[in-house]
């Protein structure tokens, strides 16, 4: 009778390990703290300005074949320079409106603007 009881506890042990590890997979897909928002660069241009909440973290991809730099106009993040294909990520904590352009194209600009 006690061997029972020690199989049904092993048996819920497995069970709730399997349902743990299903539960991790989608964590790539929808992160727990904030939300996620994309800026893609091509043909040179940055697109539209993009409004976010604070706590999102916003990724920059170059899809274009030249290189080009996602820097901020006041330092706010570490200037990042993107190849083509390559992308970089920014998590924007607090409100206001933040000015970035690209340094090898220097008419290439654009803003994010953070609510609170
Ligand atoms: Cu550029």
Same mark, same amino acid.
């Given at each position: ?6 199989l049904?506890v092993?048996?819920?042990?497995? +069970? ?5 590890s299903?539960?991790?997979e989608p =964590?790539? @897909?929808? #992160?727990?703290?904030?939300v996620?928002a994309?800026i893609?660069?091509a043909g040179?241009s940055f697109?539209? #300005?993009?409004? +976010?909440?604070?706590?999102t973290?916003?990724? +920059?991809?170059n899809? =274009? ?5 996602w820097?901020?106009? =006041?330092d706010?993040?570490p200037?990042a320079a993107?190849?083509g294909? @390559?992308?970089? =990520?920014?998590?924007?904590? @607090? ?5 970035f352009?690209c340094?090898?194209h #220097?008419?290439?600009t654009?803003? +994010?603007?953070v609510?609170?």
């Open positions: 009778m006690f061997s029972r009881f020690a049904t092993l048996l819920a042990v497995v +069970v709730a390990a399997c349902s743990g299903d539960s991790a =964590d790539g @897909e929808s #992160p727990q703290n904030g996620s994309a893609t660069i040179f697109g539209d #300005p993009i409004e +976010v909440v604070a706590g973290t916003v990724t +920059v991809t899809d =274009d074949s030249a290189a080009h730099t820097t901020s106009s =006041d706010t993040w200037s993107l190849g294909g @390559e992308s970089f =990520d920014f998590t924007f904590e @607090e409100a206001g409106t933040y000015e352009f340094s090898i #220097p008419t290439m654009g803003s +994010v603007t609510t609170g």
